[in-house]
């Protein structure tokens, strides 16, 4: 059995493929990380972890007590100048953070067309990929939590502790104007990105992840795609461990 790990800055994503079948999945906090290796070790423990890791890397130190424990492989994802078939566009590929990469990675391997892909977490990134598996760069901008956030702490009167319903109408309320304002900055970028590509502009699919991808993808053109576990399929394309497929 292979556990697959994707760890960011707030909550730490799993998954346990046997045969390559997904046979187990959810997602813990990173305080919460002791506690459920325990569980998962009364439950079965696996021939093989292969983890990305963009947060505090005690958690790698952790996971590699682990798996020394456990006696099991433990292999981490790194950004590679090429992988899968996907190029990296940084210069200097160490640069670009791994879940950026396995996530573009995983996008143009399976719809093998130009992409655009999203990650809606702690910070957004939008990452472009052409027909031809080029790394084209991207964009980092606040998620929408921090968005808020910058927003409650910067001002005196716009104070808004949760997200009103996902639309991009001007708002008739402070909690309205803020959501819908901030769904509308990053759904014209996004469409900014797809128009980037120019003439391939009709065959660009986007690709959305991340904590609040199943929100973002409400204001969306109906082409665009949910995927929630983006980052673990492109760790599986790139991490050789997760090759091994069984327990």
Known sequence: MILE??????????RTVLNDTVIDRGAVLKEELGQWLL??????????????????????GQ?????????????????????????CGYSE??????DRWLAVVAAFNHFRRPCVVVDAGSALTVDLVNGEG????????PGLGMMRQALFEGTSQVKVDAL???SIAPGCSTNEAVTNGSLFMIQSMIESAVESF????????????????????KVLD??????????????????????????
Request: charged content about 20%.
């Open 5 to 14: 790990i994707d760890v960011g800055n707030t909550r730490i994503k799993w």
């Open 222 to 247: 109906e082409n665009a795609c949910y995927l929630p576990e983006l980052v673990l399929d492109g760790l599986a394309l790139v991490v050789p461990g997760s090759e091994l497929g069984g327990g």
């Open 164 to 166: 009103a319903k996902a």
């Open 134 to 141: 080029q790394h084209l760069g991207g964009y980092i901008v």
């Open 63 to 87: 996971l590699a007590e682990q798996a020394k424990k456990w006696g099991c492989l433990l292999q981490e994802a790194e950004t590679k100048h090429f992988s899968a078939g996907v190029h």
């Open 198 to 217: 120019n003439a391939e502009a009709d065959a660009v699919q986007v690709v959305i992840t991340g904590g609040d991808g199943d929100y973002l993808i």
């Open 39 to 60: 569980n998962l070790e009364q439950r079965q423990i696996p021939d093989s972890i292969c983890f990305c890791c963009v947060a505090n890397k005690e958690i790698a």
């Open 93 to 98: 590929p160490e640069a670009l953070g791994v």
